[in-house]
């Protein structure tokens, strides 16, 4: 998206090259790739004051400073969001921490999974009767690096509509993200005190709005509107339940749920996902879709048609795929530059290009231990 974003890491390099298998064959985990395409690597030791330095120095050439340290993590460090401001008062500074810098619980460590659990989540998640679930991919961490890419941009607004130089420090939490994700059922407990349940691949308040078995395995069908219920009964030849007063209308669909759904699934046993998809498909209005796996995705045709998955050369993968950015814009291009960076990749370049260090003073650095160079 235009930005230049240089990722600081420690010797060992991010955790998260080591989440595996799968690896590349030079080590670097399916996980990682994911998270770190179009980023430059530089290596700093920033328990070194020469390190921490050098931080001082990017400061000076950066406009945002994101850190997802324990807080006050980086006090010790003279990297805190104070410091920084010293040396850059403009400097835009993302914390994104378990529990938030206030609050009882903010010194916790948390992961994703635990904000999950915590801020109710899993609650909500699984099959009714079963135990409770998390979700597929690590949607809490995936949804705080969003809301932090619109706080950063609400920043930069800020500062341009204001035309002032002042910085901000911006607050993120995995916890309260979690929150503010639950949506209209965290809204349903505020409104009327009831602890919400969990109705597996089903809607609370919609319905039939959920998986349904047929001969050969199951499909989706999401019916939103009484209209489109009564679409769905003529193409499954039961159009006498749009009449009924007990399904015509989503509230009564609501209150009689188990009654419809068996007489929905009775009906739709009786032949294969194939044949009600394409029956389905002829109505033309009415929410459908398979259930793939995520292989069958990435053949499907559509996703190559909106460029879902591109294609970069790799220090140790001459073709390496990787999903792509779902936004596309009519005057804006995405441009895919740079895969996912080597440790230390990047060092030499950044200090040299950017803080204008001679390459003597980056062997000295390097000699000493305060940085790494990927060679």
Not at 229 to 252: G, H, M, R, Y
């Amino acid at each position: 998206m235009g930005a230049q974003v240089i990722k600081i890491e420690s010797k060992s390099g991010d955790d998260t090259r080591h989440w595996g298998p799968p690896f590349l064959q030079g080590g670097e985990s399916s996980y990682f790739i994911s998270t770190n395409r179009g980023k430059k690597s530089v290596v700093v030791d920033i328990r070194s004051p020469k390190g921490q330095a050098i931080i001082h120095d990017l400061v000076l050439h950066s406009h945002v400073v994101i850190q997802n340290f324990k807080v006050g993590g980086l006090k010790k460090y003279n990297l805190d969001y104070e410091s920084m401001k010293k040396i850059n008062p403009g400097i835009i500074y993302c914390s994104i921490s378990g529990f938030g810098q206030t609050g009882e619980m903010k010194n916790e460590p948390g992961y994703d999974f635990i904000a999950q659990g915590m801020g109710g989540l899993m609650s909500i998640t699984g099959e009714p009767n079963g135990d409770p679930m998390k979700v597929g991919v690590a949607v809490t961490d995936i949804l705080t690096g969003m809301y932090a890419s619109t706080a950063i941009l609400a920043a930069v607004s800020h500062q341009q509509a204001t035309q002032s130089k002042e910085g901000q420090h911006i607050d993120l939490s995995l916890f309260d993200t979690q929150i503010a994700m639950l949506g209209y059922r965290a809204q349903d407990c505020l409104l009327d005190g009831q602890v919400p349940k969990r109705y597996g691949n089903a809607h609370p308040t919609i319905v039939p709005y959920s998986t349904f078995e047929c001969s050969d395995g199951h499909i989706i069908v999401g019916v939103g509107n009484d209209t489109q219920f009564a679409q769905f009964c003529e193409v499954i030849q039961l159009s006498e339940l749009s009449t009924d007063p007990k399904f015509s209308t989503n509230p009564e669909r609501v209150k009689h749920r188990s009654e419809l759904i068996s007489i929905i699934e009775e009906k739709l046993k009786t032949n294969t996902r194939s044949y009600w998809l394409q029956k389905i498909d002829e109505t033309g209005g009415i929410p459908h879709s398979s259930i793939n796996n995520i292989k069958e995705v990435m053949e499907l045709p559509t996703v190559k048609e909106r460029e879902m998955v591109v294609t970069l050369p790799h220090p140790h993968e001459e073709n390496l795929k990787m999903i792509g950015n779902p936004i596309k814009m009519s005057e804006t291009k995405t441009e895919y530059k740079q895969p996912p960076p080597l440790l230390g990749q990047h060092t030499r370049e950044v200090l040299a290009d950017i803080l204008g260090y001679d390459q003597e003073k980056i062997g000295a650095l390097n000699r000493e231990g305060v940085i790494k160079i990927h060679e």
